[in-house]
């Protein structure tokens, strides 16, 4: 063969070889799906999703029309790092460095819940589920899940107490595990080792003193009352007393199903270990979710020789506090009446 020849057939190959690139690149960063009727295509970017996830997703959602060219194409613009969790709308018929680009600087739909101080377990999963339309019956499970119980910390069967009150921002379609896990986080994230060594030195666990915070939580909400019955509660435990608290009958109720939204007379004779009326010390774990106000009361407690609170029945949520027995039951039989006159 002649050296013509040679070159002519160099340059050729050449050619192809320059065409095979481009069209690799086109594959690679610029070739589209048809667009159909759908402007527009959701895509939810779970957390810890891998690169092939997202790009089977994309390409199950028609935004892509190659998988294998849309993790190239990511790998080469180095954003294997820029697509986060969260829910995007992404318009069809892109490109895959435009869709890379869309995900890379789309804002992820997010949504604030607030949950509110002394809420139960059951009434917070009731508002999450609805908000973030989440499975009530999954997160409900989650509540004796293993590794998060091992989160939350020493002395906890059960995560009532530890969904920790907060205005949170979830992304949209969080999954059932992810919400739980952050709220049981942010609750033990606002529990210092100061606060841990305090429980002990008053014969409490972590548990224990969420307990016993829950009941606070339940009784007042008051920032000025918070303390004192604190102070009361922990006077009736040095003193081997029953605790007397009405909100854990109504947590009794709930949980055996009978709560109709009134204390009787028969509820007090109930074997329950949360009758506080029946059985002495701390029920066996928290009524509800306390914040933290209402956890440092129950670390700190007033110095008092109280014993026992009445409401008042003013519409201020103030309460009386009695030393005595007799003291109590007077003020009890004058507040009931201030009740009947009004």
């Given at each position: 063969?002649?050296?013509?020849?040679?070159?002519?057939?160099?340059?050729?190959?050449?050619?192809?070889?320059?065409?095979?690139?481009?069209?690799?690149?086109?594959?690679?960063?610029?070739?589209?799906?048809?667009?159909?009727?759908?402007?527009?295509?959701?895509?939810?970017i779970r957390e810890g999703s891998s690169l092939s996830l997202i790009a089977n997703q994309l390409h199950d959602a028609g935004i892509i029309s190659s998988p294998a060219a849309f993790k190239m194409a990511a790998r080469l613009l180095q954003r294997t790092r820029s697509i986060y969790p969260g829910s995007y709308v992404v318009a069809t018929g892109l490109s895959n460095s435009e869709v890379i680009a869309a995900l890379a600087h789309a804002r992820a739909v997010e949504i604030n819940i607030t949950i509110a101080e002394g809420l139960r377990s059951d009434e917070i999963i009731g508002l999450l589920s609805?908000?973030?339309?989440?499975?009530?019956?999954?997160?409900?499970?989650?509540?004796?899940?293993?590794?998060?119980?091992?989160?939350?910390?020493?002395?906890?069967?059960?995560?009532?107490?530890?969904?920790?009150?907060?205005?949170?921002?979830?992304?949209e379609n969080s999954d059932e595990r992810m919400v739980i896990r952050k709220l049981v986080k942010h609750f033990r994230d606002s529990i210092n080792p100061e606060m841990i060594e305090q429980a002990k030195s008053l014969g409490f666990n972590l548990q224990q003193l969420i307990t016993l915070a829950s009941l606070v939580e339940k009784e007042t909400a008051r920032e000025d009352e918070r303390r004192r019955v604190s102070s009361v509660y922990h006077n009736r435990i040095k003193k081997n007393m029953l605790l007397g608290c009405d909100p854990t009958i109504v947590y009794m109720l709930v949980?055996?199903?009978?709560?109709?939204?009134?204390?009787?007379?028969?509820?007090?004779?109930?074997?329950?270990?949360?009758?506080?009326?029946?059985?002495?010390?701390?029920?066996?774990?928290?009524?509800?979710?306390?914040?933290l106000a209402s956890i440092n009361a129950a670390l700190d407690p007033e110095e008092t020789e109280y014993l026992y609170f009445v409401g008042k029945n003013d519409g201020t949520g103030a309460h009386d506090f009695s030393k005595t027995l007799r003291e109590h039951n007077n003020k009890v039989n004058r507040y009931q009446r201030r009740s009947s006159t009004q």
């Open positions: 063969m002649s050296l013509q020849n040679i070159l002519q057939s160099l340059r050729t190959f050449l050619i192809i070889l320059t065409l095979l690139g481009i069209t690799t690149l086109y594959i690679i960063f610029d070739a589209r799906p048809a667009k159909g009727n759908v402007e527009a295509s959701e895509i939810i609805q908000r973030l339309k989440l499975d009530s019956l999954k997160m409900a499970t989650l509540l004796t899940d293993s590794t998060l119980l091992t989160i939350a910390g020493d002395g906890f069967s059960h995560l009532e107490g530890t969904l920790f009150p907060e205005t949170y921002r979830f992304l949980r055996r199903g009978e709560w109709n939204g009134n204390i009787q007379r028969k509820h007090f004779s109930i074997k329950d270990p949360y009758n506080s009326y029946l059985y002495r010390g701390l029920p066996p774990g928290p009524i509800a979710n306390p914040g």
